[in-house]
Nanobody
């Protein structure tokens, strides 16, 4: 069983930046970020595939995000710039114990963190 620990959430003014981190207790193949705002479904934000070293982002954050990973520490980082009030949500880190290219589908992830609140004030 892999444990995921998120950090880096908080209150940010619109236009600011935020860096989230997710540390895994064991090996993972894909690590992703999802977010869920009140009354809305959980949506894909970004993902990183360790075996090919490739990052992916949703249309909602493209051009505003940077995702990177430290394989030696099983840690993934997500930085989002130019934050908007609509980015306000609980951000969840997720990971898979197997290789998959279906990285935007939350059902493919078998490990989840507890979530970290990101609030963007206008």
């Amino acid at each position: 069983q892999v444990q995921l620990v998120e950090s880096g959430g908080g209150l940010v003014q619109a236009g600011g930046s935020l860096r989230l981190s997710c540390a895994a207790s064991g090996r993972t193949y894909v690590m992703g970020w999802f977010r869920q705002a009140p009354g809305k479904e959980r949506e894909f934000v970004a993902a990183f595939r360790w075996n090919i070293g490739t990052a992916y982002g949703s249309d909602s954050v493209k051009g505003r995000f940077a995702i990177s990973g430290n394989a030696a520490q099983n840690t993934m980082y997500l930085q989002i710039d130019s934050l908007k009030p609509e980015d306000t949500a609980v951000y969840y880190c997720a990971a898979t114990g197997f290789n998959t290219d279906d990285y935007s589908n939350p059902k493919r992830y078998n490990y989840w963190g507890q979530g970290t609140q990101v609030t963007v004030s206008s």
